[in-house]
């Protein structure tokens, strides 16, 4: 059983950044590939950035690429997303979520442990 708590999201302006940390239980977590995904207002959730155990594959959707970064630290049991160049669009509820497998998958239904969602809210 994995819990995950996320923390750091908040209002910024357009071009700031942030950075979203998820505070996983379970010593399980080193093992399990990691993802943050988003739901913005009116629409379906979709992945932003995926992570295998160890952090060395990730994947980020087309929409992010270049300003997010996922990362993985297993010694503290947390997953973070540094977010830069923020836009508008990026307006969302974020969520974390862990696969019980060491590579990542892109599908919202493998990932079998999920958090509570930290809000995002990028201003113009």
């Known amino acids: 059983q994995v819990q995950l708590v996320e923390s750091g999201g908040g209002l910024v302006q357009a071009g700031g950044s942030l950075r979203l940390s998820c505070a996983a239980s379970?010593?399980?977590?080193?093992?399990?590939?990691m993802a943050w995904f988003r739901q913005a207002p009116g629409k379906e959730r979709e992945i932003v950035a995926a992570?295998?155990?160890?952090?060395?594959?990730?994947y980020y959707a087309d929409s992010v690429k270049g300003r997010f970064t996922i990362s993985k630290d297993n010694a503290k049991s947390t997953l973070y997303l540094q977010m830069n160049s923020l836009k508008p669009e990026d307006t969302a509820d974020y969520y974390c979520?862990?696969?019980?497998?060491?590579?990542?998958?892109?599908?919202?239904?493998?990932?079998?442990?999920w958090g509570q969602g930290t809000q995002v809210t990028v201003s113009s």
């Open positions: 379970g010593r399980t977590f080193v093992y399990y590939a």
């Open positions: 979520a862990a696969h019980p497998s060491y590579g990542f998958s892109t599908l919202q239904e493998k990932y079998d442990y």
């Open positions: 992570s295998n155990w160890s952090g060395a594959n990730t």
